[in-house]
């Protein structure tokens, strides 16, 4: 397992972690994902610990805490083998402190995921969404004190835009605050938005990316293809519309090249998927989910070995799309490109 720096962190990350959504699923998105009990968790844990995946992301909003609670009892007993990874500020309940991000509700939040996973601290805490109703500084200022305090080791955001996160950088900045290293985000193959803002933001600040739903919400495992119509028993007919929607002429063409090019090394198509995730810039760990040990065994295969410049070209020209504006012209015209070239592969 190859392990890289957690954003301008010196903390060490494997380029593969485990996404235990899949833990007690319930509700309507989270029991299509998986309902993995202790006992599977365990073995599941097991098998990340002996591929050296140590690093172990959840929430407290999947399965109303269940995940959080299920991934403390499969690590009990090994706390100190492991890197957890958990996020807070999407609604938990209908109060009115029962969402955001301010002061109250992230101390109650820190609090409640540190007994639900039966640990002293969390190795990587992330805002789970932006909070306008909450000064910045009060977010950031909070989240210093329990880094002070010892129950946060480090800190990111997931689903932030651009300037939200400067936003709060600068206010770090500013007030000697601890500063967010790391950006959990939606990055595939057939959604590569990442790269027109939070990729150039996360190299010149320090953000590593822990990339989430990295087979574009499940619609690159290999059983989708212009051949092969959504499957009667995919997660898709029930959980399409909670996730990133992708064009079916655009999934439709990364699946060929995909096709192609695990056609040529061996391997399966979520594999390869994963592969060109791991070679992209900026990118700390993809976050792999799996609901049995198959599943798990398969997407760990994407480690240990590397595309060709000529297959990684293949997929970066079937997968890419016309950047929104102000980005276009940086990409079409040769003296915009001079300005602001793009970050190497």
Same mark, same amino acid.
């Given at each position: 397992?190859?392990?890289?720096?957690?954003?301008?962190?010196?903390?060490?990350?494997?380029?593969?972690?485990?996404?235990?959504?899949?833990?007690?699923?319930?509700?309507? %998105?989270?029991?299509?994902?998986?309902? #993995?009990? &202790? *006992? +599977?968790?365990?073995?599941?844990? !097991?098998?990340?610990?002996?591929? @050296?995946?140590?690093?172990?992301?959840?929430?407290?909003?999947?399965?109303?805490?269940?995940?959080?609670?299920?991934?403390?009892?499969?690590?009990?007993?090994?706390?100190?083998?492991?890197?957890?990874?958990?996020?807070?500020?999407?609604?938990?309940?209908?109060?009115?402190?029962?969402?955001?991000?301010?002061?109250?509700?992230?101390?109650?939040?820190?609090?409640?995921?540190?007994?639900?996973?039966?640990?002293?601290?969390?190795?990587?805490?992330? %805002?789970?969404?932006?909070?306008?109703? #909450?000064? &910045? *500084? +009060?977010?950031?200022?909070?989240? !210093?004190?329990?880094?002070?305090? @010892?129950?946060?080791?480090?800190?990111?955001?997931?689903?932030?835009?651009?300037?939200?996160?400067?936003?709060?950088?600068?206010?770090?900045?500013?007030?000697?605050?601890?500063?967010?290293?790391?950006?959990?985000?939606?990055?595939?193959?057939?959604?590569?938005?990442?790269?027109?803002?939070?990729?150039?933001?996360?190299?010149?600040?320090?953000?590593?990316?822990?990339?989430?739903?990295?087979?574009?919400?499940?619609?690159?495992?290999?059983?989708?293809?212009?051949?092969?119509?959504?499957?009667?028993?995919?997660?898709?007919?029930?959980?399409?519309?909670?996730?990133?929607?992708?064009?079916?002429?655009?999934?439709?063409?990364?699946?060929?090249?995909?096709?192609?090019?695990?056609?040529?090394?061996?391997?399966?198509?979520?594999?390869?998927?994963?592969?060109?995730?791991?070679?992209?810039?900026?990118?700390?760990?993809?976050?792999?989910?799996?609901?049995?040990?198959?599943?798990?065994?398969?997407?760990?295969?994407?480690?240990?070995?590397?595309?060709?410049?000529?297959?990684?070209?293949?997929?970066?020209?079937?997968?890419?799309?016309?950047?929104?504006?102000?980005?276009?012209?940086?990409?079409?015209?040769?003296?915009?490109?001079?300005?602001?070239?793009?970050?190497?592969?």
């Amino acid at each position: 397992m190859e392990y890289r720096s957690l954003g301008a962190s010196g903390l060490k990350v494997p380029v593969i972690s485990f996404g235990a959504g899949t833990f007690g699923g319930s509700g309507p %998105l989270f029991s299509h994902w998986g309902t #993995t009990d &202790v *006992e +599977e968790a365990r073995r599941l844990v !097991d098998i990340c610990l002996e591929a @050296g995946v140590n690093l172990f992301d959840t929430a407290d909003v999947y399965s109303n805490g269940a995940s959080e609670d299920v991934l403390g009892q499969a690590i009990k007993g090994r706390r100190n083998e492991v890197l957890i990874s958990t996020k807070a500020s999407l609604p938990t309940g209908d109060g009115a402190n029962d969402w955001g991000s301010s002061r109250a509700r992230l101390i109650a939040s820190v609090e409640a995921a540190l007994k639900r996973l039966d640990t002293d601290h969390i190795d990587i805490f992330q %805002l789970h969404a932006f909070d306008a109703s #909450t000064p &910045v *500084e +009060e977010v950031v200022s909070t989240l !210093d004190r329990l880094v002070q305090d @010892g129950k946060l080791r480090y800190i990111g955001v997931s689903n932030f835009s651009g300037w939200q996160i400067m936003k709060s950088l600068a206010a770090a900045e500013k007030n000697g605050w601890t500063r967010y290293v790391a950006n959990q985000v939606y990055y595939s193959l057939v959604g590569r938005d990442y790269e027109w803002d939070l990729m150039p933001l996360g190299q010149d600040q320090g953000l590593g990316a822990l990339v989430w739903s990295p087979l574009g919400w499940g619609r690159l495992t290999g059983k989708i293809s212009r051949s092969k119509p959504i499957p009667a028993e995919s997660r898709l007919h029930e959980t399409a519309d909670f996730g990133p929607p992708v064009a079916e002429d655009l999934l439709y063409k990364v699946v060929d090249a995909l096709e192609e090019v695990a056609a040529e090394t061996g391997k399966t198509v979520p594999q390869v998927a994963i592969n060109w995730l791991i070679g992209r810039p900026t990118v700390s760990s993809v976050i792999i989910g799996a609901r049995n040990e198959e599943q798990l065994r398969q997407n760990l295969g994407a480690v240990g070995w590397s595309l060709s410049a000529d297959q990684v070209a293949k997929l970066d020209a079937a997968s890419t799309v016309t950047a929104p504006y102000p980005h276009f012209p940086y990409r079409r015209q040769e003296a915009f490109a001079r300005l602001n070239p793009p970050l190497a592969g």
